[in-house]
């Protein structure tokens, strides 16, 4: 697994953004559209988001994540949630071969290969 790269940070800062302040920060979008640009053209064109969270979304919740979505990748995007307990907390999205991951199970699983092995994966 990899370490989430300072554009998929951004990214997931700037859905963090938008969905405190409930979608009225307009200044935002332009920023997650910007660090998405170099999301590969099969994921641009996905119409469906895999989510994996560990706790269930509420619809509410699934409806945000699906308007930041389709705002980011310029057309409607829908949502497949799924509720994954290993995940602990956090979400994983995916959207063909682009993963944005925030779980905390893959934080403990960099943290493992930074502190025992001494690499990052």
């Given at each position: 697994m990899k370490i989430m790269t300072k554009d998929a940070r951004g990214f997931v800062q700037g859905v963090v953004d938008y969905l405190r302040k409930d979608g009225n920060n307009s200044?935002?979008?332009?920023?997650?559209?910007?660090?998405?640009?170099?999301?590969?053209?099969?994921?641009?064109?996905?119409?469906?988001?895999?989510?994996?969270?560990?706790?269930?979304?509420?619809?509410?919740?699934?409806?945000?994540?699906?308007?930041?979505?389709?705002?980011?990748?310029?057309?409607?995007?829908?949502?497949?949630?799924?509720?994954?307990?290993?995940?602990?907390?956090?979400?994983r999205i995916q959207m063909a071969d682009w993963i944005v991951d925030t779980s905390f199970q893959s934080q403990l699983t960099e943290m493992k290969h930074l502190l025992i092995e001494g690499s990052v994966v």
């Amino acid at each position: 697994m990899k370490i989430m790269t300072k554009d998929a940070r951004g990214f997931v800062q700037g859905v963090v953004d938008y969905l405190r302040k409930d979608g009225n920060n307009s200044h935002s979008v332009p920023k997650v559209q910007s660090l998405l640009y170099k999301v590969t053209e099969t994921a641009k064109r996905q119409k469906q988001a895999h989510v994996e969270s560990a706790v269930k979304l509420t619809i509410v919740e699934q409806q945000a994540l699906s308007r930041v979505l389709s705002r980011v990748m310029g057309h409607e995007v829908g949502v497949d949630c799924i509720v994954t307990p290993s995940l602990i907390a956090g979400v994983r999205i995916q959207m063909a071969d682009w993963i944005v991951d925030t779980s905390f199970q893959s934080q403990l699983t960099e943290m493992k290969h930074l502190l025992i092995e001494g690499s990052v994966v």
